[in-house]
């Protein structure tokens, strides 16, 4: 009589068991899926804000790369030549407006970038800064034409090789402090300025 009650009992409680488990594990189980949602959602944030800040520092460092050209195109093609007074006049006052978004639109993005960018990109983004900023030495001076456009191009193939950069990003956001060599904001991998030279001698080619 004892084991026919018991039976039933012991038979109700391991149910019982089960069920009060399967509650526990399902619990378990659901809050773990919505800790990876929520995570997969602020990676996904994450990558759309970086994304969005590489957009708009790049963009505005091609922008300057162009601008910076239109005031170049005025100086002596050889050096030799000198520039007329209005265009001086020109070329100073287009420097003082190019000064100002470097100073106040390229450097705070700079920083934007800086913060959430990997110590690669965070490099390859001041190089490209201080290579447009670079670039003013030249038309300062009012050096040669010829002497100015080699570095042009070297500063466009830096903008090139950080676009690449930012684009193989994975989400790497602790950098340091770069070492600046004299060579600095140039790449030792990359063409040197003298490589984009041309013949000016006026000769053609055999």
């Known amino acids: 009589m004892e084991s026919q009650i018991l039976t039933p009992i012991l038979t109700g409680g391991f149910t019982l068991a089960a069920g009060i488990i399967g ?11 919505e800790r990876s949602r929520n995570q997969a959602e602020v990676d996904r944030q994450w990558v759309t804000d970086r994304r969005a800040v590489y957009a708009r520092y790049l963009a505005l460092a091609e922008v300057m790369h162009r601008e910076v050209d239109t005031i170049a195109v005025f100086l002596s093609y050889d050096g030799i030549n000198k520039i007329a007074p209005e265009e001086d006049a020109f070329i100073s006052d287009e420097l ?7 100073e106040n639109d390229l450097q705070p993005l700079l920083g934007e970038v800086q913060l959430v960018a990997s110590k690669e ?3 390859l983004a001041e190089r490209v800064s201080g290579a447009l900023m670079e670039l003013t030495s030249f038309i300062e001076r009012r050096e040669a034409f010829t002497s100015y456009y080699p570095v042009w191009f070297q500063a ?4 090139h090789v950080l676009r690449n950069q930012m684009r193989v990003e994975l989400g790497l956001v602790s950098h340091g402090d770069a ?9 030792k ?3 040197a ?3 984009y030279i041309q013949d000016h001698s006026g000769k053609e080619r055999p």
Do not use: K
Request: aromatic letters at 16%; glycine letters at 8%; a negative charge.
């Open 189 to 191: 991998s990359r063409p």
């Open 96 to 102: 003082i407006d190019y000064f100002s978004t470097w």
């Open 121 to 123: 990109v965070a490099d």
């Open 179 to 187: 070492e600046r060599g004299d060579d600095w904001p140039w790449l």
């Open 193 to 195: 300025a003298e490589s």
């Open 23 to 33: 509650a526990v594990l399902a619990g378990i189980f659901a809050r773990r899926g």
């Open 156 to 159: 466009q193939d830096l903008i």
